[in-house]
């Protein structure tokens, strides 16, 4: 089972800030936070990953609570081409030989509106 | 990231028969990975392929359905053996560049079994 919880959908207005939450209470302190989308009839797509601290790209921001129980994913101005499922994901990184498997719960279906 | 192409992109088959599906990487890559997507349902780890030696299945999954080669660190294929309307589902190549990196998926091939 994934170790993570989403809630399965959300609205976001066109232009506005996307802020999508996860919890992962169970986390390990060698687990990283993985985010990936699905655009309807692709294959997934690589947006951030973190371990502990906030992380931010050209895609998106990612925010990590000090306690590492929950993260946010933040698309800073949502465009209709954001619309996807987004799947958060914990799983062990490099280091050690590991290689933890990415395992999907159901994700976030995001719905960016006009 | 990698480049990741897979063929075919789709196709329709007859119950019975067999499908080989060639996923091909721009850049050698340690690990490959073959996922499953049910329609409406999230993403499941068939196999990992290695190269030079037998894949690795996940539970539920094994070789004489779903026999994977693995050549060199470009190229593997994955084979849906004998197939049935229930094996109609989007097939997912997936890499990264070492062990515990980021995966990276293809464009996936979609498979419907009549």
């Known amino acids: 089972d994934a170790k993570t919880t989403q809630p399965p959908s959300m609205d976001c207005a066109e232009g506005r800030a996307a802020n999508l939450p996860c919890n992962h209470s169970t986390i390990s302190g060698n687990e990283y936070v993985y985010w990936y989308r699905q655009i309807h009839s692709q294959g997934p797509q690589y947006i951030i990953h973190?371990?502990?601290n906030n992380e931010t790209n050209e895609m998106a921001s990612l925010i990590i609570t000090e306690d590492r129980k929950s993260s946010t994913l933040i698309l800073p101005h949502a465009t209709l081409r954001d619309t996807a499922v987004y799947y958060c994901i914990v799983r062990v990184g490099s280091g050690g030989g590991s290689q933890g498997n990415l395992i999907f719960g159901k994700g976030t279906k995001l719905s960016v509106k006009p | 990231s990698a480049v990741i192409s897979q063929k075919p992109s789709r196709d329709i088959c007859q119950r019975g028969t067999s499908l080989t599906i060639q996923c091909q990487v721009d850049s050698q890559v340690t690990m490959m990975f073959w996922y499953r997507q049910q329609p409406g349902q999230s993403l499941t780890l068939i196999a990992t392929?290695?190269?030079?030696?037998?894949?690795?299945?996940e539970s539920g999954f094994v070789i004489d359905k779903f026999p994977i080669s693995r050549p060199n660190l470009t190229f593997s294929t994955l084979t849906v053996s004998n197939m049935s309307p229930e094996d109609s589902s989007i097939y997912l190549c997936s890499v990264s560049r070492d062990l515990g990196e980021t995966q990276y998926f293809g464009p996936g091939t979609r498979l419907l079994v009549l």
């Open positions: 973190g371990l502990k």
């Open positions: 392929a290695n190269q030079g030696s037998e894949a690795t299945y």
